[in-house]
């Protein structure tokens, strides 16, 4: 199963990123192809805090437009929604500490990678941080 990470689905479409064209064609393949696709809540409304945030986009979407956008995703047969395990944050927390992690930032990704690991996903990202969480399994479309 494929988990995106939240910057890839930003790049894929945010069209001045320089990431756009390869992340968007990732996407949209991801999207169409036959490994399902699990988006987990904390991917699903980053996508939406991140997408309308004028501090980050010159352009934001609208929140609905981002809604559409996430309603879109989940339409398709092959994604669905990925809920967490009911161990999920005891699991992020021993991510975090076992990557001597301060937080911040990281908190986010440890959330992703603890769905990922107990669902037996995969993360696909271009966020190298990922790797600093044990028995997480990445791959990275944009280096391809």
């Known amino acids: ?18 990431f756009h064209a390869k992340a968007a064609s990732w996407w949209s393949s991801a999207l169409s192809g036959a490994e399902p696709v699990g988006l987990p809540h904390v991917v699903l409304f980053g996508f939406v805090r991140i997408a309308t945030s004028g501090r980050v986009f010159r352009n934001p979407l609208s929140v609905t437009a981002a809604f559409e956008t996430v309603n879109l995703w989940l339409g398709r047969n092959i994604a669905s929604v990925l809920e967490p ?3 999920h944050v005891k699991r992020t927390a021993e991510l975090l500490m076992a990557a001597n992690s301060s937080g911040g930032n ?5 959330q992703i990678a603890a769905i990922a690991v107990t669902s037996g996903a995969t993360v696909f990202t271009s966020d190298r941080d990922f790797l600093r969480f044990s028995g997480v399994r990445c791959e990275f ?4």
């Open 85 to 87: 395990a009911p161990n």
């Open 106 to 110: 990281l908190v986010t990704d440890a």
């Open 141 to 144: 479309p944009l280096d391809a």
């Open 1 to 18: 199963m494929i988990v995106p990470d939240i910057s890839l689905l930003l790049y894929a479409y945010d069209s001045s990123s320089p």
